[in-house]
């Protein structure tokens, strides 16, 4: 299945989490068991430093205590079939006993917010599953485990995904850690994005929180819930964020499918309570609430669908609902982003006879190609669409109203948006008699989202006043780039250019009302 859906009923995933089972669970385990809690853990074959290595172990694996020789315990590593001794300080003994779901707890919340430390909170968690009664799991107690479960896995998702070059033994260990979390029933999938793979966390965790979640927020089975709405509410939200992460969209979907995906996105974020929030997280629903009916615009744009402007103008709501004074800093990129996916697709929400154009200059129109293909004619008083002056199709969302032809009719700018995230500009220029068309991308590298429009006309013919905000792919360092651009019509090649539109005069004296009133360029 492309997703699942949650039932209401959280007795459905309270019968789930009681019979929740991992893979080094499938067989009993003997008693007393400990778990792994440092980096190349050394399995040795005797109780000394000097002893042969029999094996390397890892946080968060479970082996059984068999015996303990002065400051190293004998166990067994069900995985491996094989036996051995470690150090006493690199393990934690655990019980199945419910005495001893109370401190397991505590070291998960712990853990829970120590980057590098996923492996070991996973497996904590999984101990805790395994000591905790029946009650507990149906409870709040329950409920941030899985929170907790779902955002590790995630964490650790992003980190294999970073890009960033690392240590031989950092390497190791992320490889390592990822291993151990399947073990422990969590799956990943990989997919290839710009030359990389982009590691993303299936989240069946999260799923979970928010199937039990709304019952525990009305009240539940426990009197101490009633007081814990806000933190049964950051949970949502935080499972929200985790199964709509944009970039954790399999790039080989079908059209339909993608666009199922992104409305059943959508059904999601929009149940989170956003009242109970910290501002920090309201700004993170909001900005992905953005980047999800962007994307559903551009989707219903390419099916000629009447509900494009709607969705369009949501997007742009959301992000404007963004409250940038409580924006922190490692949230500024996810800013950045859904600005661009907003940008990208806000031509939706502009009703074409906003923009109709004079008849008595060259103006676009389109017209149907091959089966899904839009051809765009440059027509006048003189070439109608039989002998348009100008003709050019694309299987791209082409934009009609945005089309904006220069006082001396001698050059027209249109955007054309072929990725949901990634829009062009195209320019159609008079050359003595000739017209011809120019594409202008959103940056000279290769973007992975980012947007380029025409901002204004400057006076003469012989300039145009320009936006363009992209962020490259990691393979290309994730670069990212915002800047306004006097450009030169002949060849496109920029004049003059500024971060800040103000520091270019240009920019004040032409720039175009339309522009201003409905781009996001300027934040």
Same mark, same amino acid.
């Given at each position: ?210 199937? !039990? *979640?709304?019952?525990? %927020? ?5 009197? $101490?819930?009633?007081? /814990?709405? &806000? #933190? =049964? +509410? @950051? ?60 994307? !559903? *615009?551009?989707?219903? %744009? ?5 509900? $494009?402007?709607?969705? /369009?103008? &949501? #997007? =742009? +709501? @959301? ?205």
């Amino acid at each position: 299945m492309l997703f699942k859906r949650f039932s209401p009923l959280a007795h459905v995933f309270i019968a789930q989490a009681a019979m929740f089972s991992i893979a080094t669970m499938a067989q009993p385990v003997k008693l007393p068991t400990a778990l792994i809690t440092t980096d190349a853990t050394p399995l040795r074959a005797a109780p000394r430093d000097s002893a042969q290595q029999q094996a390397v172990l890892w946080p968060g694996e479970q082996v059984e205590v068999r015996g303990e020789r002065m400051d190293y315990l004998q166990v067994w590593d069900h995985k491996r079939e094989r036996g051995g001794f470690v150090r006493a300080s690199q393990l934690r003994r655990t019980t199945a006993q419910a005495a001893d779901a109370p401190e397991l707890l505590a070291q998960v919340r712990l853990v829970q917010g120590t980057p590098g430390s996923e492996a070991l909170g996973i497996g904590l968690a999984a101990a805790y599953i395994e000591a905790a009664p029946a009650q507990a799991l149906q409870g709040l107690a329950g409920l941030e485990v899985f929170d907790a479960l779902g955002t590790m896995a995630d964490r650790l998702a992003r980190r294999a995904s970073s890009g960033q070059v690392q240590a031989k033994s950092s390497e190791a260990a992320l490889a390592a850690h990822l291993e151990v979390a399947a073990r422990y029933g969590l799956n990943f999938t990989s997919y290839e994005q710009g030359g990389r793979m982009q590691v993303c966390y299936e989240g069946e965790m999260f799923r979970r929180v928010l199937g !039990l *979640a709304p019952a525990l %927020a009305q009240g539940g089975t426990s009197p $101490a819930i009633s007081g /814990a709405s &806000r #933190a =049964v +509410s @950051e949970m949502q939200a935080r499972a929200a964020l985790g199964l709509t992460r944009p970039e954790c969209t399999d790039p080989n979907l079908r059209m339909a499918d993608a666009q199922r995906l992104q409305q059943w996105r959508a059904e999601v974020l929009d149940k989170i309570d956003m009242q109970p929030l910290p501002h920090y997280l309201k700004n993170r629903i909001h900005m992905r609430r953005a980047a999800v009916f962007s994307s !559903l *615009a551009y989707q219903q %744009a390419r099916k000629s669908d009447g509900t $494009a402007q709607a969705l /369009a103008e &949501r #997007a =742009v +709501s @959301e992000l404007a609902s963004v409250s940038k004074t409580e924006l922190p800093d490692e949230d500024q990129a996810a800013y950045n982003d859904a600005a661009m996916r907003v940008n990208a697709s806000r031509w939706a929400a502009v009703p074409a006879a906003l923009t109709a154009p004079s008849p008595k200059l060259p103006h676009i129109v389109t017209t149907p190609g091959q089966p899904g293909e839009t051809c765009v004619l440059l027509i006048d008083t003189q070439h109608d669409t039989a002998k348009p002056l100008a003709r050019r199709c694309t299987f791209s969302v082409v934009w009609p109203q945005s089309a904006s032809t220069n006082r001396e009719g001698t050059a027209i700018a249109l955007a054309v948006q072929p990725l949901e995230a990634w829009r062009e500009l195209w320019v159609f220029q008079k050359t003595g008699s000739e017209w011809r068309i120019d594409v202008l991308p959103p940056a000279t590298f290769q973007p992975e989202l980012g947007y380029a429009e025409f901002a204004g006309w400057v006076p003469g013919g012989t300039q145009l006043l320009v936006a363009r905000e992209a962020r490259g792919s990691k393979e290309d360092g994730a670069r990212y780039r915002r800047n306004y651009e006097v450009t030169r019509l002949a060849d496109l090649s920029i004049e003059r250019q500024s971060s800040d539109p103000s520091a270019l005069g240009a920019f004040q004296r032409w720039q175009d009302l339309m522009w201003k009133k409905w781009s996001v360029s300027v934040r």
